[in-house]
């Protein structure tokens, strides 16, 4: 399994509705709004680098309200 953050800027005021359209996506563990530079952080998990992109790309991004993201894959050393 990969897991990663995926860090969400919104437009203004659609953090809350954004965290909790992501949230319903399966593979989506956990989805907060925040604040600081970013609006909503994302812990997400998939099979491979390549599922996990496509989760990205595919389904996450497409969220209405989204206008970035940074996905920040969990390492282990």
Known sequence: MVQAYILIQ?????????????????????????????DVIVRAEAETVDDLGRLVVAKVQQVEGITRTLTCPVVHL
């Open 10 to 38: 919104t437009e203004v005021g659609k953090a809350t509705a954004v965290a909790l359209s992501i949230s319903e996506i399966p593979g989506v563990l956990q989805a907060e709004d925040v604040t600081g530079p970013y």
